[in-house]
């Protein structure tokens, strides 16, 4: 029954948002008592927590199966990114800008949480693009981990619209990518930017 509320909360929060989905309208969806859920959940906080960890959990799931198809470097960046946009497909307005303004306190403990998660995830991307050809070996990895980590939470914690939110990151990938690619990586990304528009319009 845990897991089942948590699924619930989590499909919920994401399509109506956090702050305005109540203990009562899970119940009320899952055709169970309010005292249900209590007997698992404390208060609404943790069930938040709870689910935001299960996807997060869901993401890095998905992106270890991208991972495990060798697609070369760029082209991986790009199926991750369409991977996380199909997981939000449901969501009206960003999470983390919902969680940031309603729930900080839960969104600095997520954001403690993720950002080193994230970070190996960029950084072993990159040093596979150096090891491919696509990125410059001269260039300095962990700044560029750093940066690109900056810019798409940047994007996450300030727009409130999930798909201008999309669209900003598609921009700061191709940002990325241009500022580490060598010649034969450009050649990837003009690939890759033309599949997506092609798949998009």
Do not use: W
């Not at 845990?2 to 203990?23: C, P, R, Y």
């Not at 960046?77 to 996380?84: C, D, M």
């Amino acid at each position: 029954m845990k897991d089942k509320i948590i699924s619930k909360a989590k499909d919920l929060f994401l399509k109506l948002g956090f702050k305005s989905v109540t203990m009562d309208d899970i119940a009320s969806e899952m055709s169970i008592s309010k005292k249900t859920i209590y007997k698992f959940f404390s208060n609404k906080d943790v069930l938040i927590q709870a689910t935001i960890e299960e996807f997060h959990n869901e993401i890095m799931a998905s992106l270890t199966e991208i991972v495990s198809r060798n697609h070369n470097s760029i082209h991986e960046n790009f199926a991750i990114k369409q991977k996380v946009n199909e997981m939000l497909q449901t969501s009206e307005s960003s999470p983390l800008y919902q969680l940031k303004k309603h729930y900080p306190l839960i969104y600095e403990n997520i954001i403690k949480n993720q950002i080193e998660l994230f970070k190996n995830c960029f950084r072993a991307n990159i040093k596979k693009g150096i090891s491919e050809g696509l990125y410059r070996e001269s260039i300095y990895i962990e700044d560029c981990v750093d940066f690109y980590y900056i810019l798409i939470f940047a994007v996450n914690e300030n727009n409130v619209s999930k798909r201008i939110v999309q669209e900003i990151e598609y921009k700061v990938l191709e940002y990325h990518i241009r500022a580490i690619a060598t010649p034969k990586g450009i050649i990837e990304l003009e690939k890759q930017l033309q599949n997506h528009f092609s798949s998009n319009h």
